[in-house]
């Protein structure tokens, strides 16, 4: 299991921090805005971690530096959200750019109000989709 999957596993900010450079990026379908800097990002996608009742990675392909992680997991009651993860990586093997990509549409417009609730006082509301 890669250091990514790990860190949804254990919903840890430790371990997402750990497979972090310094200045990595975060882009999402359930962010208005792209979050950055290896501690806020490790936040973000533990607690963004812990909304998953289950997570399933169904396929990969890599491509030089870039990898692409096909998931399947369910929130809010057993609710099935689609997606795929982007994961750009330096010479050091840590990650610099993540795209998550999440489906479908209703889902990810809970998913990004759930995480702001969880993250008020962390980020500001401007990052997330309005009610």
Same mark, same amino acid.
């Given at each position: 299991?890669? #250091? *990514?999957?790990? #860190?949804?596993?254990?919903?840890? +900010?430790?371990?997402?921090?750990?497979?972090?450079?310094?200045?990595?990026?975060?882009?999402?379908?359930?962010?208005?805005?792209?979050? /950055?800097? +290896?501690?806020?990002?490790?936040? %973000?996608?533990?607690?963004?971690?812990?909304?998953?009742?289950?997570?399933?990675?169904?396929?990969?392909?890599?491509?030089? &530096?870039?990898?692409?992680?096909? *998931? /399947?997991?369910? @929130?809010? #009651?057993? $609710?099935?959200? +689609?997606?795929?993860?982007?994961?750009? /990586?330096? @010479?050091?093997?840590?990650?610099?750019?993540?795209?998550?990509?999440?489906?479908?549409?209703?889902?990810? $417009? /809970?998913?990004? @109000?759930?995480? +702001?609730?969880?993250?008020?006082? %962390? $980020? &500001?509301?401007?990052?997330? %989709?309005?009610?």
């Amino acid at each position: 299991m890669s #250091g *990514w999957q790990d #860190g949804f596993a254990q919903q840890s +900010r430790t371990t997402f921090a750990a497979e972090f450079a310094d200045d990595i990026v975060l882009d999402a379908t359930a962010l208005m805005a792209p979050i /950055r800097g +290896r501690e806020l990002v490790a936040t %973000v996608m533990a607690t963004a971690s812990s909304i998953y009742e289950t997570l399933e990675f169904t396929e990969s392909a890599h491509a030089g &530096s870039t990898s692409y992680l096909q *998931w /399947r997991a369910t @929130a809010f #009651g057993g $609710l099935t959200i +689609r997606g795929i993860t982007i994961l750009d /990586r330096d @010479a050091d093997g840590k990650v610099t750019s993540a795209a998550i990509h999440h489906r479908p549409l209703p889902l990810v $417009l /809970r998913f990004s @109000a759930e995480l +702001r609730d969880r993250l008020s006082g %962390v $980020l &500001s509301a401007e990052h997330f %989709v309005a009610p």
